[in-house]
């Protein structure tokens, strides 16, 4: 594994722009950056990166299956006492999911470590599904890359063959985010196109327009009943909404489904830790303020509220450093401590390794950049390659 800088395409704005990629700069400050790409073998990815994927998301589904029995468990891990039953319902009804990112901190030099599981509103999907793939291909068009240069990455097959198993041909799903955010519409329209590719019906409604009518099913602005909804907004954002106490009676199907509410929650971390201690690839975690946070806190480690995002309010404590991320009032809900581990570093750069399930298979690979310890809501997109 190694990072390899290279001169960008002349043109890649252009292409971006082509392939209605709106948001490959953000505030100004570049977010796709082809300036250089990380390199790792076939067995890393195989090995290092897909094998624990796969044996970490099972891992997690068993601990969703302890959570939802448990009022102590949803208890600890802040889940509101009126939604647990919506919470647990979708588990054991078995409500379908369509995907999530494990991201890890991998150098090569050893097991890959989890840092949290981003199982509800991952993304960065169009950018890894796509744009990273077409990045690649026309490299290697263009000799800049060897033949036979390859990536891990089938993630947009896979979004589209999960689309169609979720619903039958020509049934209708709507797709909602805020329609003022640049990334999430995009994002969510890059995955409608997907659907409709699948042979699904697909309308758009924004989040803050979807309404409930008199038989207690969610609307759009037309009235059409919503039958399944895929949304980017968070469930713990939503289960604390007016309108949380419809969502049983509305019969919607969503994505992700209420029971992602669990694995979601960087409160996982801790009970992972408790029922695989010593497994290689996870890290020590416990709740602030329990006995076993001590002996953490002693060494390198990173504070993290349950519901934080983008590394906001996280904070990254190493001997004498104390780092912070953007400070945006997470924490409430409580916070947990995890052992610290160092994220793979060139150029300056520090890269969390992004593992993407879909169903229940790990199915790509991505990589995040930024020249702060803490990844935050700013870092670059850089693509990866699977040398020949």
Known sequence: M????????????EIARASGFTFHHVAGERYWDESAYWQFTLEEVERDIESPAAELHEMCLNLCDEVVGSEALMD???????????????????????????DFA????GPAKLLEYNADTPTSIYETAYFQWEW???MVARGNLPAGTDQFNRLHEALMERFGTLLTPGSLIHFSSSADHVEDR?????????????????????????GLDGDGRFVDERQTVIGALFKLYPWEDML??????????????FLEPAWKAILSNKAILPLLWERHKGHPNL??????GDGQADAI?????????????????????????????????????????????????????????????????????SVREDDHRITRDLARFVPHVIAP
């Open 2 to 13: 190694k990072r390899v800088a290279i001169a960008p395409r002349p043109d890649w704005e």
């Open 76 to 102: 600890r891990i802040a889940i509101p006492p009126a939604m647990r039953d919506i919470v647990a319902r979708s588990w054991r009804e078995g409500a379908p999911s369509l995907y999530g990112r494990f």
């Open 106 to 109: 991998y150098d090569g030099t």
């Open 136 to 138: 690649l291909e026309d």
């Open 186 to 210: 995009q994002t969510v329209a890059y995955l409608q196109d997907l659907a409709g590719q699948a042979g699904l019906d697909t309308e758009f409604v924004a989040i803050d327009r979807i």
């Open 240 to 253: 604390r909404e007016p309108y949380a106490a419809a969502v049983p009676g509305s019969k919607t199907l």
């Open 283 to 288: 890290l020590p975690a416990a709740f602030v």
């Open 297 to 365: 806190e002693a060494g390198a480690h990173v504070v993290k509220p349950f519901f934080s995002r983008e590394g906001a309010d996280v904070v990254l404590v190493d001997g004498a450093t104390r780092l912070t991320g953007t400070q945006q009032g997470y924490g409430a809900e409580g916070r947990i401590v995890q052992a610290h581990a160092a994220l793979a570093q060139g150029g300056g750069q520090h890269a969390v390794i992004g593992a993407w399930i879909v169903g229940n298979e790990p199915v790509a690979l």
